[in-house]
């Protein structure tokens, strides 16, 4: 995919091309277009030079979404390749570390709610079904038809 001496384009223009076509590939369904792309952009990293604030947004939410690939295959490349790669690329950016513990934070804030938010769902659906389930044992229950039976005997 890297061909580095191609015509006359300048290093930051090739890297940033061959980045957009990275990006277009990286939502791909093959499981083997995505473990490509992940070697290609570890590839590509090493040689880029741009670290602006956008770039690292934008090659963070690739890795993460590498790391979370439903496939074992697409992960395991993105340990092997790109994270080393990535945090070499972005060692010594200091906002890259304070977004990352800011990405970090907000991404385990937002699975405790959702885990929080299922919790209690599980919590509401299962007193329901107790209370449910206790009327239909109650109104169902032998002593309660005796109950009731001494109740219209006792009423004058």
Avoid: C
């Avoid at 061959?18 to 277009?24: D, E, H, P, R, T």
């Avoid at 934070?105 to 929080?116: A, F, G, M, P, R």
Wanted: aromatic share 10%.
């Amino acid at each position: 995919m890297f061909v580095w001496g191609v015509g006359g384009t300048k290093p930051e223009l090739r890297s940033s091309l061959i980045f957009s076509i990275i990006q277009q590939l990286y939502n791909d369904k093959i499981d083997f277009v995505r473990e490509a792309v992940v070697r290609n952009l570890a590839l590509l990293l090493t040689h880029m030079d741009d670290q602006s604030t956008s770039k690292i947004a934008q090659v963070r939410e690739m890795v993460v979404q590498f790391v979370r690939d439903e496939h074992p295959k697409v992960v395991d490349v993105t340990h092997k390749w790109l994270l080393p790669v990535f945090a070499k690329w972005t060692r010594d950016n200091d906002e890259f570390m304070s977004q990352v513990l800011m990405w970090y934070t907000k991404d385990t804030l937002k699975q405790l709610e959702v885990s929080i938010q299922l919790k209690k769902k599980k919590v509401a659906q299962f007193k329901k079904n107790f209370v449910l389930f206790t009327e239909i044992r109650v109104a169902h229950s032998p002593r309660q038809g005796q109950l009731d039976q001494r109740k219209r005997t006792q009423t004058p």
